[in-house]
């Protein structure tokens, strides 16, 4: 009779794990339709055919103001290739990786972004080593200086939608 007894108690050692798992892991609450609305608007989902799109308006300024300043043209076709070895690949990438995501299957989106991010890089690094052959007389300065300024492109678009999620009023 004292087996049983002894093991209807609790063990002090389960209580101290469950007492720490409770401060470390709240409650699960799940949200309302409305709690969920909220947050949807308070984060919204980055759109990356709006970043690839900020990324070639970048380009684009990019290309002008080398035009306009420096009026040679070899400059400008190397800044203008640096801005494709960036925003072609992505291109690819997102467009590929849409069509993934609409099928459904988790694992499989998982392959496919390592997949695509792959051919993403082996297209940007094909993109740079043909770049002698395309471009005469190509400055690696401005090709690698264009290419830099158009991937930070990224930052900008991070900036820009937290300014925008900062100006946006919420409900909590």
Known sequence: MTDIASTSQADPDDIK?????????????????????????????SMPWRIIGLQAGVGVL???LTWLVMRELRLVASVAWGVVAVVIPALVFVRALSRQMRVGQPKAA?????LWELVKIVLT?????VAPKVVNDLSWLA??????????????????????RQSKPTFF
């Not at 007492?19 to 984060?43: C, G, H, S, Y």
């Not at 690094?125 to 080593?129: D, G, H, I, R, T």
């Not at 090709?143 to 925008?164: C, N």
């Open 125 to 129: 690094v094909a993109l740079l080593l």
């Open 110 to 114: 998982l392959a496919g972004l390592f």
């Open 143 to 164: 090709l690698v200086a264009s290419f830099v300024v158009t991937i930070k492109v990224y930052w900008l678009a991070m900036a820009l939608g937290w300014i925008q």
């Open 17 to 45: 794990a469950s007492a720490v798992n409770a401060v470390i892991e709240p409650e699960f609450k799940p949200m309302t339709a409305d709690e969920a609305q909220a947050w949807r608007l308070k984060n919204p989902a």
């Open 62 to 64: 990019m290309v002008l």
